[in-house]
């Protein structure tokens, strides 16, 4: 394989600038990538690599707020969040992480995940699939059975599972939230979407590419919090879920769970944005719960490139990527009681709702994404995550 080359003096130079871990991490991928060809192995070691050096970079410097590019951010960054894991190799260590960094406060540093219920499954373990089906031409829902003694109903809803999987010598691990409902008992389901880059070597491409009767190791991870503790009925007044592409995964299960239960009276508005009518996940789903009470779920999806404009606007959609105008127009206005769920890749949580930062344990090694204050869309219509509006990246 052709060796990955490291530029720390490039990293160093990226991370004086005011720009957000995330982008430092794709200017310099992008600089290896001009010189010299990576395949998906060595793309994953570049991506680790420039992770660490970022961490040291930025150690040693008094980086500069990251400013809003939408007028109106208030920049208040205090309360809870979510963190994701990505798809690459991730250094060996255990724990929640402390900040390094110097610029994070510590409710910034919040883990996002309450305790492990009393009695809950730990650990990770081989899980079956015994079926799949297309969700999209390049997305697949995967049903795994649940091992003997493992509930998911204890973990609520969103909850999320961590696939790993050794490939060409690597260990790879994702985390996936589950679109089963909480309250079965007999197996869990995934949304995966198979990302060509990654062909031949990637964790999704694994598991798109299982057969029924395939093993995979999974792990169940504990309740995630949205705000301060984890969901519970009646908790929030009204609840936004902001979402594109798979990420509408944890909505879709998160709206059934309130659907479900009789007693539960928050009122859900599902904003979720595609590209093409082809790239449109579970909305069956989501359209089942806004006909079955359309005074306590709403929902608009947006595309960035329908077939057809006009017809799209006229049958009730949004032309356009999710933006200011959108929100402004589907979302309450920040209120004691509103929780904005905002789920997606980093480029788009950015732009709703601020900038995600990595913070590393330079003890362990071990890397957590928190949010940073709320900027973006959200920023800019008022909301921020004190009391009255809190809002949660997954």
């Known amino acids: 394989e052709t060796p990955v080359v490291e530029c720390p003096s490039l990293l160093a130079t990226l991370a004086c600038e005011a720009m957000s871990s995330s982008r430092i991490l794709s200017r310099y991928t992008t600089a290896l990538r001009t010189a010299q060809p990576l395949n998906s192995i060595t793309r994953f070691t570049a ?5 660490r050096a970022i961490v040291t970079a930025t150690a040693q410097q008094s980086r500069p707020e990251m400013p809003s590019p939408f007028a109106g951010g208030n920049g208040k960054g205090k309360g809870s969040s979510l963190s994701s894991d990505s798809d690459t190799p991730k250094p060996k260590g255990k724990g929640k992480g402390k900040g390094d ?4 406060t510590p409710s910034m540093m919040s883990w996002p995940y309450a305790d492990y219920p009393e009695g809950a499954p730990q650990g990770t373990r081989p899980y079956t699939l015994v079926d799949s089906w297309n969700a999209s031409s390049d997305t697949k829902v995967l049903r795994f059975a649940l091992p003997e003694g493992v509930s998911m109903s204890s973990f609520g809803a969103p909850s999320t599972v961590k696939a790993n999987a050794t490939i060409k010598g690597y260990t790879m691990s994702k985390s996936y939230c589950a679109v089963s409902k909480p309250n079965n008992k007999e197996h869990v389901d995934i949304l995966v979407r198979r990302y060509e880059p990654a062909v031949g070597g990637g964790l999704s491409d694994f598991l798109t590419g299982m057969k029924p009767g395939d093993q995979v ?3 169940v991870k504990p309740p995630r919090k949205l705000g301060k503790e984890p969901y519970k009925a009646n908790n929030f007044k009204e609840i936004v879920m902001i979402g594109a592409g798979t990420a ?3 909505m879709v299960q998160l709206g059934e769970f309130i659907f479900d239960n009789v007693d539960d009276r928050t009122k859900v508005h599902f904003i979720v944005g595609h590209r093409t009518e082809q790239d449109i996940l579970l909305q069956d789903r989501i359209d089942a719960l806004v006909t079955a009470r359309p005074q306590q779920f709403s929902s608009i999806v947006a595309l960035s490139r329908p077939a057809d404009a006009e017809a799209w606007t006229k ?6 990527r999710i933006d200011g105008t959108l929100l402004k127009r589907e979302m309450p206005a920040p209120a004691k009681g ?6 997606g890749a980093t480029e788009f949580v950015e732009a709703i709702c601020g ?3 990595d913070i590393t344990d330079p ?6 994404t928190v949010r940073g204050p709320v900027t973006g869309y959200l920023g800019s219509l008022g909301f921020d995550d004190d009391d009255l509006a809190l809002v949660a990246k997954l």
Do not use: Q
């Open 47 to 51: 991506m680790t690599s420039a992770r």
């Open 101 to 104: 960094t110097g610029d994070e």
């Open 217 to 219: 190791e999974l792990m």
């Open 248 to 250: 509408v995964a944890p």
């Open 315 to 320: 049958s009730g959609g949004y032309v356009g």
């Open 338 to 343: 509103v929780l904005v769920m905002v789920a």
């Open 355 to 357: 900038d995600k930062r």
């Open 363 to 368: 003890s362990t090694g071990y890397t957590k």
